[in-house]
Structures are given as structure tokens and as C-alpha cells.
């Protein structure tokens, strides 16, 4: 490409005014939703699919003795009866450590394990089959709190221990910070296990092509993690595996980790094996208790400060209960850890994170990875600080918050100003302290109702840093109509990130945004371009977006020059035309600039790319910049709180991110809200509960998700934006983040309505009634 | 035997007596908009409109719906003539995940039809029966809103 090209593409980039990006366009798959026509993967089901379902362990550890499946062969409608001993390649299902078989050799680790595969005619004939399957069982001791797992004497879960990472940050001399404080408090704070709850469940569907090719669509956020285990599993030739993902009704980080390799590979398995189309689903139970959970977290801060509220000393515990597999513990504690102080300028930090497995069911990838439990106690303690010192929460954040200049807890220097614009402004539209002073008017009627309004502030190390190789790869393609094709691995499950990437593409190519088609992902058409998870769509996929709409432009700007008679750093494209700057008489349509390039052979079919630069940071003291940039937030909640049942119900939410750009205004809004109200149910009544390993909260019945009566009625929004170092355009990520603070936020707000900090998550009525029990001002009618 | 007629066209279908409505809508008839999400009626995804009200059609069997008028997603617009709901979910970016978006849409035009779509507080509880974990649920009363409108 030639410098020229890129040097007028930075001034594009650098333009103060955009024709489609920041601006309210739709969707561009939103039509097809709202007409139904979007194909997700049962709708593929008809009366020739076989089906295939999994016999699972109702221990949560336990040696397998023997295994029998002759009754089950003898029901009517089983064709399949499939073990570890028929997978024809490696028994490995683990999405990223190969700890995880696919079907369960001789133990099993946890409830719901998978043991063997029953395939069968139709739905009721799996279920018949998976009835009749015999299994006997040696239970073996098993360990489900990570403290006591981490004890020499506890059942070792995996060869190695059951130690799966310990994340270290050493900052400065945190002894000394606490010595020189002049108060120190201690708290402990405890999160549940949760769901991620999409509410498309897992599954895949899998036939053999005519010319041999196993292909399977499925649900899911990583085809290529799921097409490398599926040629692993069946040991068949990579070119003879083909993954495609169909719409996908949610992902929430579930479908982008175990789970969706199981089912695939079932289904796989079952077509490979029958040579007919397979379905392999789950029921709402057996998905809730297979897919991996949010983890569960025990978090000890100790905080020194000033009597005049600066931070001097931090330190953290913190305790990750994974499930029996690593999955993402060992990444979940990394970022929970180097979060650990919020987003606070801290001199000395001292904090050690473990990863522990235990025979719980799966945990693993979930929206916020570890950020929302890490807030939730940096963000109490916070607030429990500024009650001991008496000042206002607001007050005490920003006398640390980050600043441009501040060291984080890794002393990772901040650059920019977006935490401050974020308290700022959401101080100001909560009108933070009228309301607050307006609460206390009310709670001092000592009514059955009292009010509370709360902060808490975030600080988001951006996509995947020292959790992966951070690229993606975006394919454009250009026909004769001029429409433009974009397809890439990445994958849209519900945020609109693919709809920023056609933004970008429509900006810089002066197209409407509805003149840009999303393929879907596919593994025989596009390069891996890594995982669609850790809220990297936008800012990395956005960058080879970019990189491939400026290719285009690199082959279509010649022509377009030697058509209008200037020069190509004097080409303008917009509005479906190019023009020249400064005399819009002369334009060609982009549709004819693109039939012209077509007719004189040229191949307007590009790839562009983008790699984010490698972060450092060093293991033994946790100093350096794990991530390339950071997103910001503030989040004011208020509450009202109802001292006879102990509910909590959120009136109101003031959220303000530092999104760095905004290229989706309508996304975002979207994503702002839903993660709100996601995060609401996470701090108010989501609670995956196991009792002694074994899951009690399986269905709908056993376990909430916010209904539409239980949101907030209003949450006013805004963004501001600090552009980002190296997210397209300068955007930072935004899709996992409006989860992370409800949790610590609504706490706040009912300890200002309540005067007592709950420690423990969720906030639910049992929980509140016995503090205000203990308060003495739970209602007496 | 059952007489039903679904979008407007009649059909006359052998049910099993175990036979649900979200089955024979889906898989016999081949209107693949109405989901399901638990089978139990709690998530709402199987909403249809029966005889012009939401059912979860999950719960309802087959047999229940005989001289039934059944109206799904694929019955109410098209991509020339939306649905005053369907062009409202577009211009509020009410769709994330898009999975409950046939349902939430029924449910909107169900309550545009009732004259139910006057305020927020109303059209919420409109959609209790329905969950949508992208959490889009104030996103789907502006659309309604917007759409009894007329903007």
C-alpha cells in the first residue's frame, strides 16, 4: 500500500467529523430480527435429525466402576450408544487447557459430568436411553470450598493440585503504607456462583456434506476454538471440518467456553458415526448445570488511608472457586487481582489471587471475567472508608481516583482523563448531592421505606492483554452492485459490535451503512481471528476493519483519481459517491467506481488485520501494563429499601462510561442499560447455589434473571470520550462493562439507605431483613 | 383432527394428544420465529398471539387450538410493510441477542391493538411473561411507546 493512502486514511481517521460513525444508524442485522427470519441453530431441526443427549454423573467426584449400556441399546429408537473408548481422535474438550475429556474415562470430577453419549430417533428416544444407561459409581472424597481445597490433606482434583494460578502484585512497601495510615479497616466480602444464563441454550447441528466435509452450526461465540477440538475429537483432516456460526441467541461468555465445544462434539460424533444430520441440545436444567458459571469469590481488603482520606496502603485476598476443570480460573483471578484496588491511585499494594479447583460444577467465562466481583469489595471498602472517616463517598473517591499521571496497582501509568469526566458527570446528572441529603430527609421519617443513593467507579483494562493473542481478521468483498460483504470469526451474539465493524467500513468507504452485508462467521471462508470475548470486537476487529477498508480504497483511489482528473489525497467519499474535495461538481457513484474496477479485472476482495501490541508485566511482583488501555465508568444507584420484607427495588441508575469513542451510539445505549439491569440481577437475587457439589437452583424456578417489572424505570446515560491508545478510532471496549459496577453500586446505595454495608452477595430480601433485624429497624406493623 | 388457521391461512393437521402448539407452529408448519427457552413457561420466548391475546404456546397442547386464530412474527409484517412495533424496535435499537424479539414484538402489537399501550408502568408488566437476558426491556417500552405514538 502506498504511503499516500495511509497518510490521508490517518487524516480520515484523525477528522473531527464523521458522516456514519457516533451517528444513530441501526443495526444492520436488526431487520431481520424483528421479522424473525434470522436462522438459529434448532430451527434446523426436522424429522430426519437424529438427536443426541449425554448420561451425566450425578456425583460430584466418584470413580467409575463399570458402565452397561445394553438396556439402553434395547430402547426403541436408539441407534448410538457412544464412550470414551468410540471417540476416534483425543478425548479433550478443554476450551484452552487440555484438563477437561470430552466423555469421562474413569472418575468424574463434578455433578453433570458427561460419561457417555445416548444417540436415538427423536427426543423422547435419547431420554428413554439416557433412563436406562447403568453406571456404578465409587464416590470419592470431594472438596467444594477453596480454602479447604487448598489444604495438604484435601482430595487432589487434577495431578498437579488444586492450585491453579496464584497472581501476585508486590507495589511499594505496603508494611510501611500501613503504618503511616491513621485508620486501617478489614473486610471480607463474599460473591456467589451465577449464570450466565443466555437464553438460547447450547447447541449444534452436524452433517455430512456430500463430498465428505463434517459440518456444524451451532450456537456459540468461537468457531474456531470449536472447529480445532471437533478435528481434534474425530481426528478428522482439518480441510474435512467446516464450523459455521448460525445466529446466536446470547453468549454472555458461557458460549464462549466449554459448553459449545460439548455439544458440537456430540453432534459431530453422532453424524460422523450414523452418517445422518444430529442435533445435541440440552434441557434449561442440564445447561445450567453444565455450562461454566460465574465463579464464586472470597475477597479479604485491607485499606490504610490518611485521616483526610488518602489511600496509602491496600491489601487483597482473594479466592477464585473454579470448578473441577481449569477452563478461565486461572485468567478470571488474574484479572480480578490486578483489579483489586478499584480504579484508585494506591502507593502500596500487596495482593495474591488463587485460582482453586474444587468439585463444584464448571465455572469459567462470564461477562465482566472476574471485574464485577473484584469492584463489588474495592468498591464497599471504599465506601465503608469514607463512613469511618466521615466524609462523603463521593468526597474520598475523588481524592484518589486515577488521574492522568496516576500509577495503578500494577503501576501502569494512566494517560488520560476519563475517570474524572465519568465522576463528574455522573455526579452532576444524579445530582448526587441534593439526592443524597433528600434520602436521609426520608429515612428520617422511619417509615416502612428507606432510601439510598450510592457510587462506585470502575477501571477496565481493556480486551484481552495477558489473556491471549489480541488480533482479529476482517474479509471485505465488493460486488458489481456495489454492496459491500464483511464477514470475520468474530461473532455477533447480541451486542452490535459486528455493526460497528460496518460502520467503520461504511465511513470510510462514504457508503450507507445498510450497503454493507454481514456474512456469517465460517471457518472454510475466513481466518481465524481469534475469540469474540473480552469486549475486543470493536477495538481490535474495528482496527482490521479499518485496515481492510483502507486496502479497498488503496485499489478503488487510483481510479477514482484518474476518473474525476485530481489527485487521490484530493478524493473524498460520501454519500455512495466519491468526489473532490472542494468541488463537488465532479463525483463518481461508488457503484460505477466498483463496476469500472471490476470490468478491468481487478479483485476487490481484501483482508485486512490487526494485532494489538503484546502487554508485559512481570509475574513475581505484578508490575508493568498488563492491558494497552483502560475504559472508566460511574455508576449512581438509588434504591428504595422495604424494611418489612427486606426487598430491594432500584428506582433509578445514572451510568456514564468513558466508551473513548463512540461509533454505535444506538449499541451502546442498548448495552449500557442491559448490562445495568444484568448487573442489577447479580447484586439483588442471582445466586447459583450447590450443596455439596450438587446444584439446587436448576431452572427457571431455582434461579431469577431480572424480569421487565424489576428494572429500573429510568437509567439515565451518558458517555463521555478519552480517546483510547489503540482501539479503532480510539474507542475502548464497552461490551462487558455496564455489568461490572451494579453489584458494588447497589450495595452502596442500600447501606446509605439502611446505614450498614452488606458484604455478601446477592442483596436479597432473607439478607437485608436479617441486617435490618440486627440494625433494629426492620418494620413492625 | 384440528382446524387452525395461522397468519391468516387455514390448515388442517393430525395432533398427537401429547402434541404442543410451539411444535406444530414450529416444526409441521414451519414458522420458525416463535422460540423456546425452558418448556416450563417461564422465559416467553414461545409467546404467540391466540386469538388475539400472548400465549405461552409451550404450555398450550395442539388440540387446544382448534378454530384458534394463531398470529406468529412472520404474520404481522414485512420487510416493505413493517409493523409499526417492528419499525419502532429498529429506530430504538431495541434488538440485541434478538432472540426474544419475536415475542417481545407480538407482545407490543398486542397491546397496540388493546389500546394497553399508554404508559411504561403498563406496558412493563405487559412483558413480565417475558425474559430477555441482554436485558432490553426499557428498550422494548420506548418501541411500544414510540409506536402508539405514531412517529
Same mark, same amino acid.
Given at each position: 500500500?502506498?504511503?499516500?493512502?495511509?497518510?490521508?486514511?490517518?487524516?480520515? $481517521?484523525?477528522?473531527?467529523?464523521?458522516?456514519?460513525?457516533?451517528?444513530?444508524?441501526?443495526?444492520?442485522?436488526?431487520?431481520?430480527?424483528?421479522?424473525?427470519?434470522?436462522?438459529?441453530?434448532?430451527?434446523?431441526?426436522?424429522?430426519?435429525?437424529?438427536?443426541?443427549?449425554?448420561?451425566?454423573?450425578?456425583?460430584?467426584?466418584?470413580?467409575?466402576?463399570?458402565?452397561?449400556?445394553?438396556?439402553?441399546?434395547?430402547?426403541?429408537?436408539?441407534?448410538?450408544?457412544?464412550?470414551?473408548?468410540?471417540?476416534?481422535?483425543?478425548?479433550?474438550?478443554?476450551?484452552?487447557?487440555?484438563?477437561?475429556?470430552?466423555?469421562?474415562?474413569?472418575?468424574?470430577?463434578?455433578?453433570?459430568?458427561?460419561?457417555?453419549? %445416548?444417540?436415538?430417533?427423536?427426543?423422547?428416544?435419547?431420554?428413554?436411553?439416557?433412563?436406562?444407561?447403568?453406571?456404578?459409581?465409587?464416590?470419592?472424597?470431594?472438596?467444594?470450598?477453596?480454602?479447604?481445597?487448598?489444604?495438604?490433606?484435601?482430595?487432589?482434583?487434577?495431578?498437579?493440585?488444586?492450585?491453579?494460578?496464584?497472581?501476585?502484585?508486590?507495589?511499594?512497601?505496603?508494611?510501611?503504607?500501613?503504618?503511616?495510615?491513621?485508620?486501617?479497616?478489614?473486610?471480607?466480602?463474599?460473591?456467589?456462583?451465577?449464570?450466565? *444464563?443466555?437464553?438460547?441454550?447450547?447447541?449444534?447441528?452436524?452433517?455430512?456434506?456430500?463430498?465428505?466435509?463434517?459440518?456444524?452450526?451451532?450456537?456459540?461465540?468461537?468457531?474456531?476454538? %470449536?472447529?480445532?477440538?471437533?478435528?481434534?475429537?474425530?481426528?478428522?483432516?482439518?480441510?474435512?471440518?467446516?464450523?459455521?456460526?448460525?445466529?446466536?441467541?446470547?453468549?454472555?461468555?458461557?458460549?464462549?467456553?466449554?459448553?459449545?465445544?460439548?455439544?458440537?462434539?456430540?453432534?459431530?460424533?453422532?453424524?460422523?458415526?450414523?452418517?445422518?444430520?444430529?442435533?445435541?441440545?440440552?434441557?434449561?436444567?442440564?445447561?445450567?448445570?453444565?455450562?461454566?458459571?460465574?465463579?464464586?469469590?472470597?475477597?479479604?481488603?485491607?485499606?490504610?488511608?490518611?485521616?483526610?482520606?488518602? $489511600?496509602?496502603?491496600?491489601?487483597?485476598?482473594?479466592?477464585?472457586?473454579?470448578?473441577?476443570?481449569?477452563?478461565?480460573?486461572?485468567?478470571?483471578?488474574?484479572?480480578?487481582?490486578?483489579?483489586?484496588?478499584?480504579?484508585?491511585?494506591?502507593?502500596?499494594?500487596?495482593?495474591?489471587?488463587?485460582?482453586?479447583?474444587?468439585?463444584?460444577?464448571?465455572?469459567?467465562?462470564?461477562?465482566?471475567?472476574?471485574?464485577?466481583?473484584?469492584?463489588?469489595?474495592?468498591?464497599?471498602?471504599?465506601?465503608?472508608?469514607?463512613?469511618?472517616?466521615?466524609?462523603?463517598?463521593?468526597?474520598?473517591?475523588?481524592?484518589?481516583?486515577?488521574?492522568?499521571?496516576?500509577?495503578?496497582?500494577?503501576?501502569?501509568?494512566?494517560?488520560?482523563?476519563?475517570?474524572?469526566?465519568?465522576?463528574?458527570?455522573?455526579?452532576?446528572?444524579?445530582?448526587?448531592?441534593?439526592?443524597?441529603?433528600?434520602?436521609?430527609?426520608?429515612?428520617?421519617?422511619?417509615?416502612?421505606?428507606?432510601?439510598?443513593?450510592?457510587?462506585?467507579?470502575?477501571?477496565?483494562?481493556?480486551?484481552?492483554?495477558?489473556?491471549?493473542?489480541?488480533?482479529?481478521?476482517?474479509?471485505?468483498?465488493?460486488?458489481?452492485?456495489?454492496?459491500?460483504?464483511?464477514?470475520?470469526?468474530?461473532?455477533?451474539?447480541?451486542?452490535?459490535?459486528?455493526?460497528?465493524?460496518?460502520?467503520?467500513?461504511?465511513?470510510?468507504?462514504?457508503?450507507?451503512?445498510?450497503?454493507?452485508?454481514?456474512?456469517?462467521?465460517?471457518?472454510?471462508?475466513?481466518?481465524?481471528?481469534?475469540?469474540? %470475548?473480552?469486549?475486543?470486537?470493536?477495538?481490535? =476487529?474495528?482496527?482490521?476493519?479499518?485496515?481492510?477498508?483502507?486496502?479497498?480504497?488503496?485499489? $478503488?483511489?487510483?481510479?477514482?483519481?484518474?476518473?474525476?482528473?485530481?489527485?487521490?489525497?484530493? $478524493?473524498?467519499?460520501?454519500?455512495?459517491?466519491?468526489?473532490?474535495?472542494?468541488?463537488?461538481?465532479?463525483?463518481?457513484?461508488?457503484?460505477?467506481?466498483?463496476?469500472?474496477?471490476?470490468?478491468?479485472?481487478?479483485?476487490?476482495?481484501?483482508?485486512?488485520?490487526?494485532?494489538?501490541?503484546?502487554?508485559?508485566?512481570?509475574?513475581?511482583?505484578?508490575?508493568?501494563?498488563?492491558?494497552?488501555?483502560?475504559?472508566?465508568?460511574?455508576?449512581?444507584?438509588?434504591?428504595?429499601?422495604?424494611?418489612?420484607?427486606?426487598?430491594?427495588?432500584?428506582?433509578? *441508575?445514572?451510568?456514564?462510561?468513558?466508551?473513548?469513542?463512540?461509533?454505535?451510539?444506538?449499541?451502546?445505549?442498548?448495552?449500557?442499560?442491559?448490562?445495568?439491569?444484568?448487573?442489577?440481577?447479580?447484586?439483588?437475587?442471582?445466586?447459583?447455589?450447590?450443596?455439596?457439589?450438587?446444584?439446587?437452583?436448576?431452572?427457571?424456578? =431455582?434461579?431469577?434473571?431480572?424480569?421487565?417489572?424489576?428494572?429500573?424505570?429510568?437509567?439515565?446515560?451518558?458517555?463521555?470520550?478519552?480517546?483510547?491508545?489503540?482501539?479503532?478510532?480510539?474507542?475502548?471496549?464497552?461490551?462487558?462493562?455496564?455489568?461490572?459496577?451494579?453489584?458494588?453500586?447497589?450495595?452502596?446505595?442500600?447501606?446509605?439507605?439502611?446505614?450498614?454495608?452488606?458484604?455478601?452477595?446477592?442483596?436479597?430480601?432473607?439478607?437485608?431483613?436479617?441486617?435490618?433485624?440486627?440494625?433494629?429497624?426492620?418494620?413492625?406493623? | 383432527?384440528?382446524?387452525?388457521?395461522?397468519?391468516?391461512?387455514?390448515?388442517?393437521?393430525?395432533?398427537?394428544?401429547?402434541?404442543?402448539?410451539?411444535?406444530?407452529?414450529?416444526?409441521?408448519?414451519?414458522?420458525?420465529?416463535?422460540?423456546?427457552?425452558?418448556?416450563?413457561?417461564?422465559?416467553?420466548?414461545?409467546?404467540?398471539?391466540?386469538?388475539?391475546?400472548?400465549?405461552?404456546?409451550?404450555?398450550?397442547?395442539?388440540?387446544?387450538?382448534?378454530?384458534?386464530?394463531?398470529?406468529?412474527?412472520?404474520?404481522?409484517?414485512?420487510?416493505?410493510?413493517?409493523?409499526?412495533?417492528?419499525?419502532?424496535?429498529?429506530?430504538?435499537?431495541?434488538?440485541?441477542?434478538?432472540?426474544?424479539?419475536?415475542?417481545?414484538?407480538?407482545?407490543?402489537?398486542?397491546?397496540?391493538?388493546?389500546?394497553?399501550?399508554?404508559?411504561?408502568?403498563?406496558?412493563?408488566?405487559?412483558?413480565?411473561?417475558?425474559?430477555?437476558?441482554?436485558?432490553?426491556?426499557?428498550?422494548?417500552?420506548?418501541?411500544?411507546?414510540?409506536?402508539?405514538?405514531?412517529?
Amino acid at each position: 500500500m502506498d504511503e499516500e493512502t495511509i497518510r490521508r486514511f490517518e487524516e480520515i $481517521l484523525k477528522a473531527r467529523e464523521f458522516y456514519v460513525v457516533g451517528k444513530k444508524v441501526a443495526r444492520v442485522d436488526a431487520l431481520d430480527a424483528i421479522l424473525g427470519r434470522p436462522i438459529y441453530t434448532s430451527d434446523l431441526l426436522s424429522d430426519r435429525v437424529l438427536w443426541v443427549r449425554a448420561v451425566r454423573s450425578p456425583h460430584p467426584h466418584a470413580l467409575i466402576r463399570s458402565i452397561d449400556s445394553s438396556a439402553t441399546r434395547a430402547v426403541r429408537g436408539v441407534v448410538d450408544v457412544i464412550t470414551h473408548r468410540e471417540i476416534p481422535g483425543v478425548n479433550d474438550a478443554g476450551s484452552l487447557t487440555s484438563d477437561r475429556p470430552l466423555l469421562a474415562v474413569d472418575r468424574v470430577r463434578h455433578y453433570g459430568e458427561a460419561v457417555a453419549l %445416548v444417540v436415538g430417533e427423536d427426543e423422547v428416544a435419547v431420554d428413554e436411553g439416557v433412563a436406562a444407561f447403568r453406571v456404578e459409581y465409587d464416590p470419592l472424597p470431594a472438596v467444594f470450598d477453596p480454602v479447604e481445597a487448598l489444604k495438604p490433606e484435601a482430595p487432589k482434583i487434577q495431578e498437579e493440585g488444586n492450585l491453579i494460578n496464584h497472581v501476585k502484585i508486590r507495589k511499594g512497601n505496603v508494611e510501611e503504607g500501613f503504618a503511616s495510615s491513621d485508620v486501617v479497616i478489614r473486610n471480607e466480602f463474599r460473591t456467589p456462583f451465577m449464570d450466565g *444464563m443466555p437464553m438460547e441454550i447450547e447447541v449444534a447441528y452436524a452433517y455430512l456434506e456430500p463430498d465428505g466435509t463434517l459440518t456444524c452450526i451451532a450456537s456459540m461465540q468461537n468457531p474456531f476454538d %470449536v472447529y480445532n477440538k471437533v478435528v481434534r475429537i474425530l481426528r478428522l483432516p482439518p480441510e474435512r471440518v467446516r464450523v459455521v456460526q448460525a445466529a446466536t441467541g446470547g453468549g454472555f461468555g458461557p458460549k464462549s467456553d466449554e459448553s459449545p465445544i460439548d455439544v458440537a462434539a456430540y453432534a459431530a460424533l453422532a453424524a460422523y458415526r450414523n452418517r445422518r444430520p444430529v442435533i445435541a441440545t440440552f434441557t434449561r436444567e442440564e445447561a445450567m448445570a453444565v455450562q461454566t458459571k460465574r465463579h464464586s469469590f472470597r475477597i479479604v481488603n485491607e485499606t490504610g488511608a490518611t485521616s483526610d482520606g488518602r $489511600l496509602l496502603a491496600w491489601r487483597s485476598t482473594l479466592y477464585l472457586t473454579n470448578g473441577p476443570y481449569y477452563s478461565k480460573g486461572h485468567l478470571v483471578i488474574q484479572r480480578a487481582t490486578f483489579h483489586c484496588t478499584g480504579p484508585y491511585e494506591v502507593p502500596n499494594v500487596w495482593a495474591d489471587g488463587y485460582a482453586v479447583l474444587t468439585n463444584n460444577t464448571l465455572a469459567g467465562s462470564t461477562r465482566g471475567f472476574g471485574a464485577p466481583e473484584a469492584h463489588f469489595a474495592a468498591e464497599v471498602q471504599m465506601d465503608i472508608l469514607a463512613k469511618k472517616l466521615g466524609m462523603d463517598p463521593l468526597e474520598l473517591r475523588l481524592k484518589n481516583v486515577l488521574r492522568p499521571g496516576s500509577l495503578t496497582a500494577t503501576s501502569q501509568r494512566i494517560d488520560d482523563n476519563g475517570l474524572v469526566m465519568c465522576v463528574e458527570a455522573a455526579a452532576r446528572l444524579s445530582r448526587w448531592s441534593e439526592r443524597r441529603q433528600e434520602c436521609e430527609r426520608f429515612n428520617r421519617l422511619n417509615g416502612r421505606y428507606r432510601r439510598g443513593i450510592g457510587i462506585a467507579l470502575l477501571y477496565h483494562g481493556n480486551t484481552l492483554g495477558p489473556e491471549g493473542e489480541d488480533f482479529a481478521v476482517v474479509h471485505l468483498s465488493v460486488d458489481q452492485s456495489g454492496k459491500v460483504r464483511l464477514q470475520t470469526g468474530l461473532t455477533e451474539y447480541g451486542t452490535g459490535a459486528l455493526t460497528s465493524l460496518a460502520i467503520l467500513v461504511a465511513e470510510v468507504l462514504g457508503i450507507d451503512v445498510r450497503d454493507v452485508e454481514l456474512l456469517r462467521p465460517d471457518t472454510r471462508a475466513v481466518r481465524n481471528s481469534g475469540p469474540t %470475548v473480552a469486549s475486543r470486537t470493536t477495538v481490535i =476487529g474495528g482496527r482490521a476493519a479499518l485496515d481492510a477498508a483502507r486496502k479497498l480504497r488503496s485499489i $478503488l483511489d487510483p481510479l477514482a483519481a484518474e476518473a474525476l482528473g485530481c489527485r487521490t489525497d484530493e $478524493l473524498v467519499y460520501k454519500d455512495g459517491k466519491v468526489m473532490v474535495a472542494g468541488d463537488t461538481t465532479r463525483s463518481i457513484a461508488f457503484r460505477e467506481l466498483v463496476r469500472r474496477a471490476i470490468g478491468m479485472g481487478l479483485d476487490l476482495r481484501v483482508e485486512g488485520y490487526y494485532k494489538a501490541p503484546e502487554t508485559k508485566w512481570d509475574r513475581e511482583t505484578g508490575q508493568g501494563a498488563p492491558y494497552n488501555q483502560y475504559t472508566f465508568g460511574a455508576l449512581v444507584s438509588e434504591v428504595e429499601v422495604d424494611t418489612l420484607t427486606g426487598m430491594v427495588r432500584v428506582l433509578r *441508575m445514572t451510568a456514564v462510561y468513558d466508551v473513548g469513542k463512540a461509533i454505535n451510539p444506538l449499541g451502546l445505549r442498548a448495552v449500557i442499560e442491559g448490562g445495568s439491569i444484568m448487573g442489577m440481577g447479580h447484586a439483588l437475587f442471582e445466586e447459583f447455589v450447590h450443596v455439596d457439589g450438587v446444584p439446587v437452583t436448576l431452572g427457571f424456578q =431455582g434461579y431469577s434473571i431480572p424480569a421487565s417489572s424489576e428494572a429500573p424505570l429510568e437509567i439515565v446515560q451518558q458517555v463521555v470520550e478519552s480517546e483510547g491508545k489503540i482501539g479503532a478510532l480510539g474507542a475502548k471496549a464497552m461490551g462487558e462493562i455496564p455489568v461490572v459496577l451494579p453489584m458494588a453500586s447497589i450495595a452502596n446505595a442500600v447501606a446509605h439507605a439502611i446505614g450498614y454495608h452488606i458484604k455478601e452477595t446477592p442483596l436479597k430480601p432473607s439478607r437485608v431483613l436479617e441486617a435490618l433485624e440486627e440494625l433494629g429497624i426492620a418494620y413492625r406493623p | 383432527m384440528v382446524n387452525l388457521k395461522v397468519n391468516g391461512r387455514p390448515y388442517t393437521l393430525d395432533v398427537a394428544e401429547n402434541e404442543r402448539l410451539v411444535d406444530v407452529i414450529r416444526y409441521r408448519l414451519g414458522f420458525m420465529g416463535a422460540k423456546e427457552g425452558c418448556g416450563e413457561g417461564y422465559c416467553g420466548l414461545c409467546i404467540v398471539l391466540m386469538n388475539g391475546r400472548p400465549v405461552h404456546s409451550c404450555l398450550v397442547p395442539a388440540w387446544r387450538a382448534d378454530g384458534a386464530e394463531i398470529i406468529t412474527v412472520e404474520g404481522i409484517g414485512s420487510e416493505s410493510s413493517l409493523h409499526p412495533v417492528q419499525r419502532a424496535f429498529v429506530d430504538e435499537g431495541a434488538v440485541q441477542c434478538g432472540f426474544c424479539i419475536p415475542a417481545a414484538v407480538l407482545i407490543g402489537k398486542w397491546m397496540l391493538d388493546k389500546g394497553l399501550a399508554k404508559d411504561r408502568e403498563t406496558i412493563r408488566w405487559a412483558y413480565k411473561g417475558l425474559l430477555c437476558r441482554c436485558g432490553s426491556y426499557i428498550r422494548f417500552e420506548e418501541s411500544v411507546l414510540r409506536a402508539a405514538r405514531g412517529d
